[in-house]
Structure formats: C-alpha cells, structure tokens
C-alpha cells in the first residue's frame, strides 16, 4: 500500500504571500490531521478532518486553513505568509474510527518564508 | 509546567546496548500513549501505541506506561545505527480530542 504523499516537498515563498499545500492519505484512510513542525516549537497540531468535516483544531491563528476532499485527499492553506511560518508541515493519516493513536505520517513539506 | 516533558538528549550509546528513553506528562485525562521514530529530513513513523499501564513489546521495542507516576518509556534493546533518530513521545486524551508530543530525544547508536 503506498504511503502518505505530499506535495510538494520543498517551497520558497515571501512574507505576505499564501501558501497552498497537498496530502494524500493511504487508500481507506478518511482522517487527515496537519501538523507544524519547527525547532524550537516542535510537533504542533493545527487541525485534523474526518469525511470533509475540520473535527478537531489547534491554536494557530485563522490564517491557518485546511479543507477535505470526497476523496480523502487534503489541503491546507497558509494566508499572509510571517517568517515565522517557515516550518516542516506534516500531513498524517489515520485508519477509520482512529485518530490520533495511530496515525502515518508524510514526509512533510519543508516551507520557507523569505 | 509543560504537559509533555522530555530529555533532548543528544545520547550517544555503543551498539548493542540499552537504550531507555523517557517522557513524563502532567495531564491525568491522556488515554493513549505513543512512541515515534523521525530520521532527518523524514516523517515521524510510529513505533507502537498502548492505552493505560502497563508493557508492550515489538521486537527489540518495549514501551512501559506507568500513570500512576505519569511516565513513559521505550527501550530498545541490542541498537543498532540505524536506530539514529530521533523520538517522540505522544499523547492522545480521548479520541477525537486531543495530541501532544513531546520534544524529542536525539538518539546516536556508535558502531
């Protein structure tokens, strides 16, 4: 079974520009969570979605956006671009009726804000 | 205090020890408690969960849940390099709910 896929993997972009990323699940996986990863914050949790519907959310700012397609397959959006942003965003996906415990993850996409 | 804490290391061990890694949590409400793996430039990849006390082995893998003392361990027994990485401890409170990990620990197997 192919993994977890995101694209693309690396993206260069400026302060006040958005971003728009992709995430594919595993064949049969409905839940999608995003996640931050930087640093000096670490693995941060933005918001997961199950069937098209945001279940669960983070405390990251409404900048932040995510949406679910009929087919399981994810975007999230990042609008007004800070350098803080810059970070490896992570797509994970989960078997139905699992959520967090049990969750595979992609190999992420490596954003930076200039 | 941080719901999830955890030594960042770096640890260096010679291959073929014991490894013990190490979380502790402040939050009563978590349910379920992970372990992942994250080479450089990779993706987290789960290790193994467990739900409440208790041991749980995979392999050279053991992960002990002690909630009475709110702590969590993994051990990894004969390492080897290719289990340089770094880890991850997770918690989940209920699902649906909510996911913390911890920092991470920096591991190096020597050969």
């Known amino acids: 079974k192919a993994g977890v896929t995101q694209t693309p993997r690396y993206l260069i972009k400026t302060r006040g520009q958005q971003v728009t990323l992709s995430c594919s699940p595993i064949s049969g996986h409905r839940s999608v969570s995003w996640y931050q990863q930087t640093p000096g914050q670490g693995l941060q949790f933005l918001f997961e979605?199950?069937?098209?519907?945001?279940?669960n959310k983070g405390n990251f700012p409404g900048r932040f956006s995510g949406r679910q397609f009929s087919n399981s397959r994810s975007e999230m959006n990042v609008s007004t671009l800070e350098l803080g942003d810059s970070a490896l965003y992570l797509c994970a996906s989960s078997p139905s009726g699992v959520t967090f415990h049990e969750q595979y993850f992609g190999p992420g996409t490596r954003l930076t804000v200039t | 205090q941080k719901e999830v804490e955890q030594d960042p290391g770096p640890l260096s061990v010679p291959e073929g020890a014991i490894v013990s890694l190490n979380c502790t949590y402040s939050?009563?409400?978590?349910?379920?408690f992970m372990w992942y793996r994250q080479y450089s430039r990779k993706g987290p990849e789960l290790l193994m969960y467990?739900?409440?006390?208790g041991n749980k082995e995979d392999g050279r893998f053991t992960a002990q849940v002690d909630k009475s003392s709110k702590y969590i361990s993994l051990f990894i027994r004969d390492s080897q390099p290719s289990d340089s990485a770094t880890y991850l401890c997770a918690y989940e409170k209920t699902s649906y709910d909510k996911v913390i990990f911890g920092p991470g620990t920096s591991l190096s197997v020597i050969p």
């Open positions: 939050n009563s409400a978590f349910q379920y």
């Open positions: 467990t739900y409440s006390s």
């Open positions: 979605y199950f069937s098209e519907t945001q279940r």
